[in-house]
């Protein structure tokens, strides 16, 4: 495995990253847009989204964009370059509305922060997992959920597993018909462990972003840790907050990194960047 090289920097806050058309999609919350950028570190924005703030990041099978519109808490649908409502879950969402992962039928499964940790971090509550249809019908899944976050699909579609990162746990659930879940068991206890933005392999392990300590990590179910990559700084210590496996052959780990995640450490500094990294197994399942 080698060192991690930058591909990008200048983000102020990078979330949602996504392997997709040979590029890296991800939103940038302050910079208010949906990037893609090649290999080569050529960006461009591709969704402008005014004041709103966007985070998770997926595609309709018929090739429609949805981005999750944080403080709106609402999943926008991008047809054609326009903009329209595709889910309202200001009824399931408790605060801001944060990462998403999109099954191959067009099912989104949407997190939230539960409570405002920028205000009030003493008093945590639980979350409830929005799911939402293909044709745009929201509903509350599965509650009790500390912080949920980073999600995968695996290959064949059966389990969602969801990262709790607050409950440093990676929790399953099977996918029922319709997109429902089932009850939750956990894939893996992660003490010590955040877990924020993740991919799956094709050997079975998660690539997490540990937004408590920084690093980017491998777990595999159970909870044991097989690799662990620190991040480079940029003249000040960049913990990552995503990961993303993609490139030609599936297997560069594109890592995002921000100087912290408050807004006081984020909003208009352009401190964050994309790292790259060659890992042994190639991505598998969604996103």
Not at 156 to 171: A, K, N, P, Q, W
Request: hydrophobic share 40%; glycine share 16%.
């Amino acid at each position: 495995m080698h060192e991690p090289a930058l591909l990008i920097d200048g983000l102020d806050f990078g979330e949602g990253p996504r392997w997709h058309d040979g590029r890296l999609w991800y939103s940038d919350f302050h910079q208010h847009r949906v990037y893609a950028v090649d290999s080569g570190g050529n960006r461009e924005a591709m969704v402008e989204m005014g004041e709103e703030r966007p985070s998770g990041l997926g595609w309709l099978p018929d090739g429609d964009l949805l981005v999750v519109a944080m403080l709106a808490r609402q999943v926008w649908r991008v047809t054609n370059g326009q903009i329209s409502v595709h889910a309202d879950l200001a009824d399931i969402a408790t605060w801001h509305c944060n990462d998403m992962v999109v099954g191959a039928e067009g099912t989104a499964y949407v997190g939230n922060f539960g409570f405002d940790i920028e205000g009030d971090r003493s008093n945590p509550v639980a979350a409830a997992l929005a799911i939402v249809q293909p044709d745009g019908t929201a509903m509350a899944g599965p509650t009790e959920l500390d912080f949920p976050n980073g999600s995968v699909i695996t290959p064949d579609g059966s389990t969602l597993i969801v990262g709790e990162t607050f409950g440093s746990r990676m929790t399953a659930f099977q996918i029922l018909e319709g997109g429902l879940l089932g009850n939750p068991r956990v894939w893996a206890e992660t003490p010590g462990i955040r877990p924020d933005g993740c991919c799956l392999d094709e050997a079975g392990g998660i690539w997490v972003a540990d937004a408590g300590g920084g690093d980017v990590v491998r777990i595999v179910e159970g909870g044991e840790t097989t690799d662990r990559i620190p991040m480079p700084d940029l003249g000040r210590p960049q913990k990552a907050y995503a990961c993303m496996l993609g490139g030609n052959d599936g297997s560069v780990l594109h890592c995002i990194t921000a100087p912290g995640a408050r807004e006081v450490d984020t909003v208009g500094v352009g401190g964050g960047a994309i790292w790259t990294v060659s890992v042994e197994h190639p991505r598998a399942g969604l996103p």
